[in-house]
């Protein structure tokens, strides 16, 4: 149980396109989803923190307008970069929050590597 | 808000060893800590957890300790293995949110 998967894994696209990352919990319903950004060789950065029917809440010094994120149902969040520039190339990964125990827990999408050429 | 340190950023240890990655975190009303194992190009695997509450948790090779008077919590893997090699991240719950607050990532490797 408590599978995240993440759609494209990779994707290339050209400096000013935009390009959409969806992240699906696929056995259980997610209030809340995370979208985190990863260079080489560094920790896992949070952008924003998602919820379900609301706006996101984005982490300090992440841009709002370039990097849309829309939380539809309780199963699908989705980041999209727009007019994308070389410097946006990364990893990203989402998470989605349940339930567990005394608290909540994390489970993490495979990723999507987006190169921007 | 929350913040984590990590250290070593990296570690070599021969086979069969143990290793020991430390953490430091800010805010004494974090409750969670969860350890993360991530492969090269991989997602983060939850290896083990620890909550406020208990101040030791062990998984058969793998165990976490936690000292809140000191704000800090320790990964120990024994009789370590090559599989091991990778890099773990520790984090911390923020207070009030869901959000976990990552260290910046220990480097493991296992030498044969």
């Known amino acids: 149980g408590a599978v995240v998967s993440q759609h494209p894994s990779w994707v290339i696209c050209k400096s000013g396109t935009s390009v959409k990352i969806e992240c699906r919990s696929l056995d259980f319903q997610a209030t809340t989803m995370f979208w985190y950004r990863q260079f080489p060789k560094q920790s896992l950065m949070l952008m924003a923190t998602s919820n379900e029917g609301s706006k996101a809440t984005y982490e300090q010094g992440v841009e709002k307008d370039k990097f849309l994120i829309n939380h539809a149902s309780l199963t699908l969040s989705t980041l999209t970069v727009t007019s994308a520039h070389p410097e946006d190339s990364s990893f990203y990964i989402c998470?989605?929050?349940?339930?567990?125990?005394?608290?909540?827990?994390?489970?993490f999408g495979p990723g999507t590597r987006l190169t921007v050429t | 808000g929350e913040n984590v340190e990590q250290h070593p950023s990296t570690l070599s240890v021969q086979e069969g060893d143990s290793a020991v990655i430390k953490c430091t975190y800010s805010d004494s009303a974090s409750n969670y800590f969860p350890w993360y194992k991530q492969e090269l190009g991989k997602r983060p695997q939850l290896i083990i957890d620890i909550r406020s509450n208990v101040g030791e948790k062990k998984d058969q090779r793998i165990a976490v300790t936690l000292n809140k008077t000191a704000k800090h919590f320790s990964l120990h893997i024994t009789e370590t293995q090559p599989e091991d090699s990778a890099v773990y991240f520790c984090a911390a719950s923020d207070p009030g949110t869901y959000k976990y607050i990552f260290g910046t990532g220990t480097r493991l490797k296992v030498l044969a």
């Open positions: 998470s989605a929050s349940t339930p567990r125990g005394q608290g909540y827990e994390q489970y």
